[in-house]
């Protein structure tokens, strides 16, 4: 599932097995918010099973995330506002990595810092250093 989120499809294993050494498994209900617009972000989220939906500002569905899709990932590298809500269609079970977490294995692996500094600004337009991602968390 690791390989699927453009952060972490050139991590080698050692790398991809200390991000999923470091997911926090966790389950909501149908109908729970899992995450509010506007709230800032400092975790990102997999689907493992079941339903989420992305709610723009005015509550419409805008988009289905299944299992094996992903969501909050700008949430790891620059921690802003959300901007959208997602709440679960069925019962869900998540996983969550947070963005201490993420530096953490960053500072122990900084070649791929780069890597996500290269992403971030080509898919999300977000400008972050090398350096403060790596950072070791406080």
């Known amino acids: 599932m690791l390989k699927r989120v453009e952060l972490f499809k050139n991590g080698d294993p050692l790398f991809l097995s200390q991000v999923a050494l470091a997911l926090r498994p ?26 989420v939906e992305v709610l723009d500002s005015a509550g419409r569905a805008v988009k289905m995330l299944k299992a094996g899709e992903f969501f909050g990932e700008i949430a790891i590298l620059h921690s802003t506002p959300r901007i959208a809500t997602v709440r679960a269609k069925t019962s869900c079970d998540l ?5 201490a977490d993420f ?36």
């Open 26 to 51: 966790h389950q909501v209900a149908a109908g729970d918010t899992i995450v509010k617009i506007g709230d800032i972000g400092r975790e990102m989220y997999l689907v493992a099973r079941g339903e």
């Open 95 to 99: 996983f969550i990595l947070d963005k």
């Open 103 to 138: 530096q953490r294995i960053l500072h122990d692996h900084p070649q791929f810092a780069d890597d996500c500094v290269k992403i971030a600004k080509e898919r999300y337009d977000v400008n972050v250093s090398a350096q403060a991602l790596a950072a070791r968390p406080a």
